[in-house]
């Protein structure tokens, strides 16, 4: 009987174990390269604004050492001074430079257009930024876009970026912020060349 007792617990205990393999296995089968994949890592955002007549491009970057986690940003580096009446084109780059060699996260962005998002706020109401790059079911990707400056914008404003990661939530065209999850939240101060 105490025999009989024994063996079934010890079927029981093999079971259990079974199961929280499983568990493990499948924690750790997640990819970045899969649909939703996981949340990037993202130390460097560079914007690059280009306007129309050929001039010199404005560029400014933003370092996050610890990604999206509590440690403040870096200042901005670089002007970004805009002038009135241009429509620049945009980009936006994502860097990882906590890894050696530095990894080009927009490329895993654009590879990924169906699960990410970039999303602008602008605070002076003489700009505004339109995207105009799509993922591949046409809703806007944003890695590319265009700034336009009214010829009565004036003072100073901000840009802010922010990058959503569509892991379990839907990713709707006509979003106008993200309902996902966050891989990085910057703000660009801009001024408006007199």
Do not use: W
């Not at 990819?31 to 129309?52: D, F, H, M, Q, Y």
């Not at 809703?139 to 990661?165: I, K, Q």
């Amino acid at each position: 009987m105490i025999e009989q007792t024994l063996r079934g617990m010890s079927r029981t205990v093999v079971r259990a174990g079974a199961g929280a393999m499983l568990v493990v296995v499948s924690a750790c089968g997640e990819s970045s390269t899969a649909p939703g994949g996981e949340n990037e890592v993202i130390s460097r955002v560079t914007l690059t604004l280009t306007p129309p007549s050929g001039g010199g491009a404005l560029s400014a970057y933003i370092d996050d050492s610890d990604g999206n986690g509590p440690t403040a940003p870096s200042a901005q580096v670089g002007t970004l001074a805009l002038v009135k009446g241009v429509t620049y084109s945009g980009a936006v780059k994502f860097e990882n430079r906590l890894a050696t060699p530095a990894e080009d996260i927009t490329a895993e962005v654009q590879a990924e257009a169906n699960a990410h998002r970039v999303f602008y706020t602008v605070t002076n109401t003489g700009v505004t930024v339109t995207t105009t790059d799509v993922d591949g079911q046409g809703r806007p990707l944003g890695v590319r876009f265009n700034t336009a400056v009214t010829s009565a914008a004036t003072g100073s404003g901000t840009m802010r970026v922010v990058l959503c990661h569509y892991d379990g939530a839907a990713k709707v065209a006509t979003a106008t912020s993200c309902a996902g999850e966050t891989d990085i939240d910057l703000s660009f101060n801009f001024t408006i060349a007199p």
